[in-house]
């Protein structure tokens, strides 16, 4: 269930055979931080074009990090029942190379994943490292070179390695070849470097680690040391500590090249961190990134878009949370009627059976594949007049759920969706108001959003020295606004129209007046002369 840096390494290969033998696989992910307000302008919009809120999510990726990847391997058991083998990952960013990794902190963030119980101690102490590809040719370069360095800063590690280094040379002073110790309690890089450092000081001494935090130390003579230098059972061989370093990414690339479709509940900042932290640093091009995220995962469901799509063909009631989309399907669906899929947690996953864990991403994972399985059955149901006579394939779903595959939830903005094989959709607002002010000088946009705030929600954006644009989601917030401001005695709302109140269209009608009234002077000119 709760996978750290200690246990990952023997995790991996069971991980991957699942991986293989899976459906499909869906996750989740908490960060340190959404959108940064240290940066101006990066507040969602929905004036933003999906090129624009790619670049304030790109500048916001780089700011914050992963704390928690949850991982739930949808496997098809028999025809009709799904077992979930669902994980959390804890990470923490690869200490080890020469550059230390530097991330913030949101402080509503930390709060929030506080509230739902969040253990940050597993995060600091026992998180996965990880890396992506430029970081790693770097750490390669410097392993080749012999000039790499475990990034620790910490005085409790300093501390550690001191007291090391001064047992150890305490006691090889009397030991005899052959003689060992241990040295206990070291955590994550820890018994790496301790190994390295005393090997380096100290020629007539072998390390190799041990389970249970602990590293053995034997005394040995310079021949033997040779040919333990030269064993592949040397596990501070550069290969080894490279693999090492890498942690998670090594599964991100099992994922990858596994292909099987990847499913989130509102994925553009998942998408995003996945290619940043495991792949490479987040491309200036937007069209890049789509083709990236294409090329790594051809198969992406978002189940944000895909239950926009079932709320409103089976007139479901409103739904605001992956949680509330969860209980509403498991309502919906008889588990008695035609064909429904049977979902099982397998024995290690039991406890989410039991009770509700949101926001914690291996539940919120689980979640996600539930409800696509769901969706896809009910929608299923819908498009066949006939009764099923067989259990559905998952590629039966696949191939009612495709008008939505690679489409990605696009929240507050110009586009209804980000489609990473195509063109994205465009999003239907409602019309958009502009505010004509008279006889207030100096008005900001803030100030203007301060203004209708206490009504409704509008986002502004500023169109000349006295106009401003307004834009809602919401038909009720435009109709509301447009009567209760029909006799503002300083603020005048109305409908945009762009060939009436766009700036550009307004200057280009200006100068062809002027061309024109020109044009009928030199001709009435002209004319007066000939006469």
Known sequence: MEVGAEGFAWRLPRLRRRILRAAFVALDMEFTGLHSTSLQNNEPSLFDSPAERYEKARQSVQHFTLVQLGLAIFSKENPNKYVVHSYNFFLFPSTLGVRDVEFTLSASSIQFLSHYGFDYNKFLKDGIPYMNEVQEKILRQHLLAGTWKVCSTSNA???????????????IAAAKEEDTMILEDLNGYQMLDV?????????????????????????????????????????????????????????????????????GHNMLMDLMHLHDKFYRPLPESYEEFKRNIHDLFPVIIDTKTVTKYVQKRCLFPRIS?????????????????????????????????????????????????????????????????????????FSQYLTVLAEHVNKVNFIRGGAASINFSGEDAPCCHPPALV????????????????EFKARCRFDVRRLSKNQFILLSNKYKHVRLVLREYRHHPHLQVSVYRHWRHSPSVNCLLQISGIVALWSLLAFVLGGARSC
């Not at 397998?346 to 689980?366: I, L, N, Q, T, V």
């Not at 505010?435 to 301060?450: F, S």
């Open 321 to 393: 949370s992956l949680l509330e989309a969860y209980t509403v399907l498991c309502s919906s669906l008889n588990p008695e009627g035609p064909r429904c899929p049977v979902i099982a947690l397998a024995s290690g996953c039991s406890r989410y059976a039991e009770k509700k864990f949101p926001h914690e991403a291996g539940y919120d994972a689980f979640l996600c594949g539930s409800v696509l399985l769901m969706s896809a059955h009910l929608l299923l149901c819908r498009s066949t007049d006939d009764a099923m006579e067989a259990d559905p394939s």
């Open 195 to 263: 190994q390295l450092v005393l090997r380096q000081a100290l020629e007539n001494v072998w390390t190799e680690p041990l389970e249970d935090k602990k590293v053995i130390v034997k005394k040995v003579s310079p021949e033997d040391r040779q040919l333990l230098e030269n064993s592949s059972y040397d596990h501070c061989q550069k290969k080894l500590i490279l693999l090492s370093a890498r942690g998670f990414t090594n599964l991100f690339q099992i994922l990858v090249k596994a292909k099987k479709p990847l499913v």
């Open 157 to 171: 590690d300093r501390d550690v390695l001191k007291k090391a280094i001064h047992e150890v040379t305490s006691w």
């Open 435 to 450: 505010v004509h002010v008279r006889g207030w000088p100096g008005l900001t946009e803030r100030q203007i959003y301060h």
